[in-house]
Protein backbone atom coordinates (compact mmCIF):
# COMPACT_ATOMS: atom_id res chain seq x y z
CA UNK A 1 0.00 0.00 0.00
CA UNK A 2 2.92 2.63 1.47
CA UNK A 3 4.66 1.97 -2.31
CA UNK A 4 1.71 2.87 -4.39
CA UNK A 5 0.68 5.89 -2.39
CA UNK A 6 3.97 7.03 -2.52
CA UNK A 7 4.10 5.99 -6.86
CA UNK A 8 0.38 7.65 -6.83
CA UNK A 9 1.59 11.07 -5.17
CA UNK A 10 5.33 10.85 -7.75
CA UNK A 11 3.18 10.72 -10.20
CA UNK A 12 -0.24 13.01 -9.70
CA UNK A 13 1.15 15.95 -7.32
CA UNK A 14 3.30 17.95 -10.20
CA UNK A 15 0.19 18.06 -12.42
CA UNK A 16 -2.26 18.95 -9.41
CA UNK A 17 -0.17 21.73 -8.30
CA UNK A 18 0.35 22.97 -11.94
CA UNK A 19 -3.11 22.70 -12.63
CA UNK A 20 -3.86 24.83 -9.66
CA UNK A 21 -1.54 27.39 -11.08
CA UNK A 22 -2.83 27.58 -14.41
CA UNK A 23 -6.20 27.33 -13.35
CA UNK A 24 -5.87 30.17 -11.20
CA UNK A 25 -3.96 32.09 -13.78
CA UNK A 26 -7.62 31.68 -15.75
CA UNK A 27 -9.42 33.49 -13.24
CA UNK A 28 -7.06 36.28 -12.63
CA UNK A 29 -7.01 37.29 -16.33
CA UNK A 30 -10.54 37.96 -15.50
CA UNK A 31 -13.00 36.94 -18.35
CA UNK A 32 -16.49 36.98 -17.63
CA UNK A 33 -16.82 33.09 -18.11
CA UNK A 34 -13.85 31.79 -16.73
CA UNK A 35 -15.42 29.28 -14.97
CA UNK A 36 -16.62 27.73 -18.12
CA UNK A 37 -13.12 28.05 -19.35
CA UNK A 38 -11.70 25.92 -16.67
CA UNK A 39 -14.57 23.35 -16.45
CA UNK A 40 -14.11 22.60 -19.93
CA UNK A 41 -10.13 22.46 -19.67
CA UNK A 42 -10.26 19.52 -16.96
CA UNK A 43 -12.96 17.70 -18.45
CA UNK A 44 -11.33 17.53 -22.01
CA UNK A 45 -8.45 16.64 -20.02
CA UNK A 46 -9.79 13.92 -18.01
CA UNK A 47 -11.77 12.56 -20.97
CA UNK A 48 -8.90 12.59 -23.00
CA UNK A 49 -6.46 10.65 -20.71
CA UNK A 50 -9.00 8.32 -20.07
CA UNK A 51 -8.59 7.50 -24.15
CA UNK A 52 -5.21 7.63 -23.82
CA UNK A 53 -5.17 4.81 -21.26
CA UNK A 54 -7.96 2.87 -23.05
CA UNK A 55 -5.94 2.85 -26.01
CA UNK A 56 -2.40 2.16 -24.35
CA UNK A 57 -3.39 -0.36 -22.49
CA UNK A 58 -6.30 -2.07 -25.25
CA UNK A 59 -4.03 -1.72 -28.05
CA UNK A 60 -0.13 -1.06 -29.56
CA UNK A 61 -1.35 1.63 -31.09
CA UNK A 62 -0.04 4.12 -28.61
CA UNK A 63 3.79 5.09 -28.80
CA UNK A 64 4.37 6.46 -25.35
CA UNK A 65 7.51 8.33 -26.57
CA UNK A 66 6.15 9.93 -29.29
CA UNK A 67 2.97 11.49 -27.57
CA UNK A 68 4.49 12.91 -24.98
CA UNK A 69 6.70 14.64 -27.31
CA UNK A 70 2.91 15.74 -29.47
CA UNK A 71 2.23 16.55 -25.95
CA UNK A 72 5.02 18.34 -25.51
CA UNK A 73 4.81 20.32 -28.51
CA UNK A 74 1.08 21.63 -28.03
CA UNK A 75 2.39 22.49 -24.16
CA UNK A 76 5.26 24.28 -25.43
CA UNK A 77 3.33 26.48 -27.97
CA UNK A 78 0.53 27.23 -25.70
CA UNK A 79 3.29 28.92 -23.42
CA UNK A 80 5.14 30.73 -26.16
CA UNK A 81 1.91 32.06 -27.62
CA UNK A 82 0.61 33.10 -23.89
CA UNK A 83 3.51 35.47 -23.84
CA UNK A 84 3.34 36.46 -27.17
CA UNK A 85 -0.27 38.12 -26.51
CA UNK A 86 0.00 39.18 -23.13
CA UNK A 87 3.11 41.40 -24.58
CA UNK A 88 1.83 42.43 -28.04
CA UNK A 89 -1.90 42.12 -27.39
CA UNK A 90 -2.69 45.32 -25.02
CA UNK A 91 -5.13 47.41 -27.24
CA UNK A 92 -8.06 44.47 -27.92
CA UNK A 93 -8.75 43.26 -23.82
CA UNK A 94 -11.48 40.92 -24.31
CA UNK A 95 -9.77 39.22 -27.51
CA UNK A 96 -6.65 38.96 -24.93
CA UNK A 97 -8.37 38.02 -22.35
CA UNK A 98 -10.00 35.29 -24.46
CA UNK A 99 -7.26 34.42 -25.86
CA UNK A 100 -5.01 34.25 -22.63
CA UNK A 101 -7.29 31.88 -20.59
CA UNK A 102 -7.40 29.80 -23.65
CA UNK A 103 -3.94 29.20 -23.81
CA UNK A 104 -3.30 28.59 -20.22
CA UNK A 105 -6.88 25.76 -20.31
CA UNK A 106 -4.35 24.27 -23.80
CA UNK A 107 -1.96 23.83 -21.14
CA UNK A 108 -3.94 22.39 -18.37
CA UNK A 109 -5.21 19.89 -21.05
CA UNK A 110 -1.77 18.84 -22.03
CA UNK A 111 -0.32 18.45 -18.40
CA UNK A 112 -3.29 16.62 -17.43
CA UNK A 113 -2.60 14.21 -20.74
CA UNK A 114 0.75 13.78 -20.46
CA UNK A 115 0.27 12.91 -16.06
CA UNK A 116 -2.77 11.13 -15.60
CA UNK A 117 -2.69 8.30 -18.11
CA UNK A 118 0.59 6.26 -16.21
CA UNK A 119 -1.41 6.59 -12.92
CA UNK A 120 -4.57 5.04 -14.93
CA UNK A 121 -2.48 2.36 -16.06
CA UNK A 122 -1.34 1.30 -12.37
CA UNK A 123 -4.71 -0.75 -11.81
CA UNK A 124 -4.10 -2.44 -15.23
CA UNK A 125 -0.39 -3.39 -14.39
CA UNK A 126 -1.20 -4.66 -10.57
CA UNK A 127 -4.04 -7.08 -11.98
CA UNK A 128 -2.12 -8.53 -14.45
CA UNK A 129 0.25 -9.63 -11.44
CA UNK A 130 -2.52 -10.15 -9.56
CA UNK A 131 -5.06 -11.43 -11.83
CA UNK A 132 -7.88 -10.98 -9.19
CA UNK A 133 -9.66 -7.65 -8.18
CA UNK A 134 -10.38 -9.41 -4.87
CA UNK A 135 -7.29 -10.18 -3.79
CA UNK A 136 -5.55 -8.68 -0.44
CA UNK A 137 -2.78 -6.82 -2.58
CA UNK A 138 -4.50 -5.60 -5.35
CA UNK A 139 -6.95 -3.83 -2.62
CA UNK A 140 -4.01 -2.61 -0.57
CA UNK A 141 -2.65 -1.11 -3.73
CA UNK A 142 -5.67 0.44 -4.77
CA UNK A 143 -5.98 1.96 -1.52
CA UNK A 144 -3.00 3.17 -1.32
CA UNK A 145 -3.21 4.75 -4.81
CA UNK A 146 -6.66 6.77 -3.09
CA UNK A 147 -4.80 8.16 -0.56
CA UNK A 148 -1.39 9.61 -3.05
CA UNK A 149 -4.62 10.86 -5.12
CA UNK A 150 -6.31 12.63 -2.56
CA UNK A 151 -3.10 13.96 -1.23
CA UNK A 152 -2.37 15.47 -4.47
CA UNK A 153 -5.78 16.71 -5.05
CA UNK A 154 -5.91 18.59 -1.62
CA UNK A 155 -2.63 20.02 -2.37
CA UNK A 156 -3.87 21.30 -5.63
CA UNK A 157 -6.93 22.67 -4.62
CA UNK A 158 -5.03 24.25 -1.61
CA UNK A 159 -2.93 26.01 -4.40
CA UNK A 160 -5.78 27.41 -6.03
CA UNK A 161 -7.42 29.14 -3.17
CA UNK A 162 -4.38 30.56 -2.24
CA UNK A 163 -3.36 31.71 -5.49
CA UNK A 164 -6.46 33.31 -6.54
CA UNK A 165 -6.14 35.55 -3.56
CA UNK A 166 -2.61 36.73 -4.40
CA UNK A 167 -2.29 39.79 -6.49
CA UNK A 168 -2.01 39.14 -10.80
CA UNK A 169 1.69 39.87 -10.72
CA UNK A 170 2.37 37.62 -7.92
CA UNK A 171 0.55 34.90 -8.77
CA UNK A 172 1.31 34.71 -12.55
CA UNK A 173 5.31 34.48 -11.28
CA UNK A 174 4.73 31.69 -9.36
CA UNK A 175 2.99 30.13 -12.18
CA UNK A 176 5.09 31.25 -15.04
CA UNK A 177 8.06 29.53 -12.41
CA UNK A 178 6.86 26.34 -11.65
CA UNK A 179 5.85 25.88 -15.59
CA UNK A 180 9.21 26.43 -17.10
CA UNK A 181 10.50 24.57 -14.68
CA UNK A 182 8.74 21.64 -15.49
CA UNK A 183 9.18 22.35 -19.59
CA UNK A 184 12.36 21.49 -18.51
CA UNK A 185 11.62 18.43 -17.14
CA UNK A 186 9.61 17.41 -20.02
CA UNK A 187 12.48 18.51 -22.44
CA UNK A 188 14.83 16.17 -21.23
CA UNK A 189 12.20 13.60 -21.84
CA UNK A 190 11.51 14.55 -25.67
CA UNK A 191 15.16 14.65 -26.44
CA UNK A 192 15.45 11.08 -24.60
CA UNK A 193 12.78 9.67 -27.08
CA UNK A 194 14.64 11.54 -30.19
CA UNK A 195 18.19 9.95 -28.89
CA UNK A 196 16.69 6.66 -28.17
CA UNK A 197 14.86 6.23 -31.33
CA UNK A 198 17.37 7.94 -33.42
CA UNK A 199 15.51 11.38 -34.62
CA UNK A 200 18.00 13.13 -33.48
CA UNK A 201 21.93 12.31 -33.97
CA UNK A 202 23.64 11.25 -30.98
CA UNK A 203 25.09 13.95 -28.73
CA UNK A 204 27.01 13.87 -25.42
CA UNK A 205 25.37 17.27 -23.87
CA UNK A 206 21.66 15.91 -24.50
CA UNK A 207 22.22 12.53 -23.55
CA UNK A 208 23.19 13.87 -20.48
CA UNK A 209 20.62 16.36 -20.49
CA UNK A 210 17.96 13.68 -20.81
CA UNK A 211 19.91 11.14 -18.37
CA UNK A 212 19.58 14.15 -15.50
CA UNK A 213 16.27 15.10 -16.01
CA UNK A 214 15.07 11.42 -16.08
CA UNK A 215 17.15 10.21 -12.64
CA UNK A 216 16.39 13.67 -11.06
CA UNK A 217 12.53 13.76 -11.47
CA UNK A 218 11.28 13.96 -7.79
CA UNK A 219 13.64 17.12 -7.71
CA UNK A 220 11.90 18.78 -10.18
CA UNK A 221 8.68 17.98 -8.45
CA UNK A 222 9.60 19.37 -5.45
CA UNK A 223 11.31 22.30 -6.54
CA UNK A 224 7.65 23.50 -8.22
CA UNK A 225 6.19 22.26 -4.45
CA UNK A 226 8.72 24.68 -3.13
CA UNK A 227 7.83 27.47 -5.49
CA UNK A 228 4.12 26.74 -4.32
CA UNK A 229 5.13 26.80 -1.04
CA UNK A 230 5.86 30.78 -1.26
CA UNK A 231 1.53 31.27 -1.71
CA UNK A 232 0.42 30.21 1.88
CA UNK A 233 3.44 31.43 3.30
CA UNK A 234 2.38 34.77 1.93
CA UNK A 235 -0.92 34.85 2.88
CA UNK A 236 -0.24 34.03 6.34
CA UNK A 237 1.78 36.98 6.49
CA UNK A 238 -0.28 38.93 4.86
CA UNK A 239 -2.90 38.05 7.11
CA UNK A 240 -1.32 39.33 9.97
CA UNK A 241 -2.01 42.50 9.21
CA UNK A 242 -5.34 42.90 7.29
CA UNK A 243 -6.27 46.99 7.04
CA UNK A 244 -8.95 46.39 4.17
CA UNK A 245 -11.44 49.14 4.68
CA UNK A 246 -14.94 48.37 5.53
CA UNK A 247 -18.06 50.74 6.31
CA UNK A 248 -20.15 48.58 8.63
CA UNK A 249 -19.98 45.46 10.79
CA UNK A 250 -21.32 43.29 8.41
CA UNK A 251 -18.35 44.20 6.15
CA UNK A 252 -15.90 43.57 8.81
CA UNK A 253 -17.61 40.54 9.56
CA UNK A 254 -17.36 39.10 6.01
CA UNK A 255 -13.79 40.21 5.60
CA UNK A 256 -12.74 38.59 8.88
CA UNK A 257 -14.20 35.28 7.59
CA UNK A 258 -12.61 35.69 4.09
CA UNK A 259 -9.01 35.74 5.77
CA UNK A 260 -9.89 32.85 7.84
CA UNK A 261 -10.89 30.81 5.35
CA UNK A 262 -7.33 32.43 3.56
CA UNK A 263 -5.90 31.40 6.53
CA UNK A 264 -7.42 27.50 6.48
CA UNK A 265 -6.67 26.77 2.91
CA UNK A 266 -2.82 28.53 3.84
CA UNK A 267 -2.55 26.00 6.14
CA UNK A 268 -3.45 22.96 4.40
CA UNK A 269 -1.27 23.79 1.62
CA UNK A 270 1.52 24.05 4.15
CA UNK A 271 0.92 21.17 5.82
CA UNK A 272 0.18 19.23 2.04
CA UNK A 273 3.80 20.05 0.65
CA UNK A 274 5.54 19.05 3.83
CA UNK A 275 3.32 15.81 4.05
CA UNK A 276 4.91 15.94 -0.06
CA UNK A 277 8.34 16.32 0.84
CA UNK A 278 8.55 13.24 3.74
CA UNK A 279 6.52 11.20 0.78
CA UNK A 280 8.51 11.87 -1.93
CA UNK A 281 12.10 12.03 0.34
CA UNK A 282 12.04 9.50 3.81
CA UNK A 283 9.14 7.54 2.78
CA UNK A 284 9.73 7.07 -0.85
CA UNK A 285 13.29 5.94 0.04
CA UNK A 286 11.90 3.42 2.52
CA UNK A 287 9.17 2.22 0.29
CA UNK A 288 11.73 1.58 -2.46
CA UNK A 289 14.06 -0.11 -0.57
CA UNK A 290 16.14 -3.03 -1.91
CA UNK A 291 15.33 -6.53 0.30
CA UNK A 292 18.43 -8.48 0.02
CA UNK A 293 17.21 -11.68 -1.30
CA UNK A 294 19.02 -14.77 0.22
CA UNK A 295 22.76 -16.29 -1.04
CA UNK A 296 22.74 -19.00 -3.90
CA UNK A 297 22.90 -22.11 -2.25
CA UNK A 298 25.69 -24.95 -3.41
CA UNK A 299 24.44 -27.55 -5.14
CA UNK A 300 26.29 -30.60 -7.36
CA UNK A 301 26.95 -29.55 -11.12
CA UNK A 302 27.05 -32.79 -13.91
CA UNK A 303 28.06 -32.55 -17.15
CA UNK A 304 24.67 -31.35 -18.18
CA UNK A 305 22.23 -30.71 -15.11
CA UNK A 306 22.35 -29.07 -11.81
CA UNK A 307 21.11 -31.59 -8.88
CA UNK A 308 18.91 -30.44 -6.23
CA UNK A 309 18.78 -33.35 -3.59
CA UNK A 310 15.49 -33.42 -1.80
CA UNK A 311 17.11 -33.56 1.71
CA UNK A 312 18.51 -29.71 0.96
CA UNK A 313 15.00 -28.33 0.44
CA UNK A 314 12.40 -30.37 2.88
CA UNK A 315 12.14 -27.38 5.30
CA UNK A 316 9.68 -25.55 3.25
CA UNK A 317 11.12 -22.59 2.99
CA UNK A 318 12.85 -20.42 -0.03
CA UNK A 319 15.83 -22.00 -1.40
CA UNK A 320 18.20 -20.32 -4.10
CA UNK A 321 20.07 -21.96 -6.61
CA UNK A 322 22.25 -20.76 -9.76
CA UNK A 323 24.69 -22.31 -12.44
CA UNK A 324 27.02 -19.65 -14.42
CA UNK A 325 26.96 -19.63 -18.06
CA UNK A 326 29.64 -19.41 -20.53
CA UNK A 327 28.96 -15.76 -20.50
CA UNK A 328 29.42 -15.02 -16.84
CA UNK A 329 25.88 -14.84 -16.20
CA UNK A 330 24.77 -16.23 -12.97
CA UNK A 331 21.22 -17.87 -14.13
CA UNK A 332 19.48 -18.37 -11.15
CA UNK A 333 15.91 -21.20 -10.33
CA UNK A 334 14.00 -21.40 -6.88
CA UNK A 335 12.75 -24.49 -5.02
CA UNK A 336 10.09 -24.79 -2.60
CA UNK A 337 8.06 -27.79 -0.89
CA UNK A 338 4.38 -26.79 -1.28
CA UNK A 339 2.81 -26.87 2.05
CA UNK A 340 0.83 -30.30 2.92
CA UNK A 341 2.36 -31.84 -0.02
CA UNK A 342 5.05 -34.01 -0.94
CA UNK A 343 5.43 -31.83 -5.06
CA UNK A 344 7.39 -28.84 -5.04
CA UNK A 345 7.46 -25.25 -6.42
CA UNK A 346 10.11 -25.34 -8.81
CA UNK A 347 10.80 -22.18 -11.38
CA UNK A 348 13.32 -19.14 -12.39
CA UNK A 349 14.41 -16.71 -10.07
CA UNK A 350 12.74 -14.24 -12.29
CA UNK A 351 8.63 -13.67 -13.74
CA UNK A 352 8.19 -12.18 -17.81
CA UNK A 353 6.42 -9.31 -15.35
CA UNK A 354 9.21 -7.92 -13.35
CA UNK A 355 12.47 -9.39 -14.58
CA UNK A 356 15.08 -10.89 -12.67
CA UNK A 357 14.35 -8.90 -9.39
CA UNK A 358 13.80 -12.41 -7.60
CA UNK A 359 11.44 -13.73 -4.99
CA UNK A 360 12.29 -13.54 -1.30
CA UNK A 361 10.36 -15.58 1.67
CA UNK A 362 8.36 -13.30 4.24
CA UNK A 363 6.28 -15.10 7.16
CA UNK A 364 5.86 -18.10 4.91
CA UNK A 365 5.18 -16.30 1.91
CA UNK A 366 7.10 -16.35 -1.12
CA UNK A 367 7.04 -12.31 -2.54
CA UNK A 368 8.33 -11.04 -5.55
CA UNK A 369 11.13 -8.50 -4.94
CA UNK A 370 9.51 -6.06 -7.34
CA UNK A 371 5.97 -5.67 -7.10
CA UNK A 372 5.52 -7.18 -3.56
CA UNK A 373 3.17 -9.09 -5.02
CA UNK A 374 2.65 -12.84 -3.03
CA UNK A 375 2.88 -15.78 -4.16
CA UNK A 376 0.47 -18.58 -4.27
CA UNK A 377 2.88 -21.27 -3.33
CA UNK A 378 0.85 -24.10 -4.68
CA UNK A 379 0.91 -22.32 -8.30
CA UNK A 380 4.82 -22.05 -8.33
CA UNK A 381 5.78 -24.00 -11.32
CA UNK A 382 2.56 -22.66 -13.03
CA UNK A 383 2.10 -19.87 -16.04
CA UNK A 384 0.69 -16.84 -15.41
CA UNK A 385 0.68 -13.19 -13.44
CA UNK A 386 3.86 -12.90 -11.16
CA UNK A 387 4.71 -16.51 -10.46
CA UNK A 388 8.03 -17.66 -11.78
CA UNK A 389 9.29 -18.37 -15.58
CA UNK A 390 8.64 -22.27 -15.68
CA UNK A 391 11.44 -24.29 -16.69
CA UNK A 392 11.99 -28.18 -17.34
CA UNK A 393 13.03 -30.87 -14.52
CA UNK A 394 12.72 -34.44 -13.62
CA UNK A 395 12.73 -35.85 -10.40
CA UNK A 396 14.49 -39.16 -10.02
CA UNK A 397 16.25 -40.77 -7.34
CA UNK A 398 15.58 -38.35 -4.48
CA UNK A 399 16.88 -35.21 -6.46
CA UNK A 400 15.44 -32.08 -8.79
CA UNK A 401 17.72 -32.61 -11.75
CA UNK A 402 17.64 -29.04 -14.02
CA UNK A 403 19.16 -29.37 -17.02
CA UNK A 404 22.40 -27.15 -17.30
CA UNK A 405 20.72 -26.41 -21.39
CA UNK A 406 17.05 -25.13 -19.84
CA UNK A 407 19.23 -22.77 -17.50
CA UNK A 408 21.67 -21.45 -20.66
CA UNK A 409 18.33 -20.84 -22.61
CA UNK A 410 16.80 -18.00 -20.51
CA UNK A 411 20.43 -16.44 -19.63
CA UNK A 412 19.51 -13.12 -21.42
CA UNK A 413 17.20 -12.75 -18.57
CA UNK A 414 20.02 -12.25 -16.07
CA UNK A 415 22.91 -9.76 -15.58
Known amino acids: MLKYFVLATEQLLPMM ?8 GVRHIGCKNYKIFQYVSVITGLLSAIVMTVFKTTTNKIDTGMWNVRIYVINMTALVLFILISLFAGKLKEIKKILQSVMLCVMT ?4 VYFIPPFFENPHAILFAEQSVLSANF ?8 FGLTLSFIAGLAVYKGNIRLSPSHSMSVMFISVIVNM ?13 KRIIKTNHTLFTFAVFTSNNKIWFTLFIAAVCFIIPVTLLIKSRNVNEPYENNAGHRKIKAKWRNIKRWSRAAIV ?3 FSFVTLTSLRAYANQEIEISPIEEAKVTDDSVVVSFEQVADGHLHRFGYTTEKGKTVRFIVIKKPNSSAYGI ?17 GQVVCNLCNVVM ?40
Open 376 to 415: NINTIGFKGGCNPIVIDYKLQDGNIIVPIAELVKHEDIFK
Open 139 to 146: LYSMVGMF
Open 17 to 24: LLAGLLLS
Open 272 to 274: CVI
Open 109 to 112: VAML
Open 184 to 196: INELGDMFGVFLA
Open 347 to 363: GLDACDICGETGYYERE
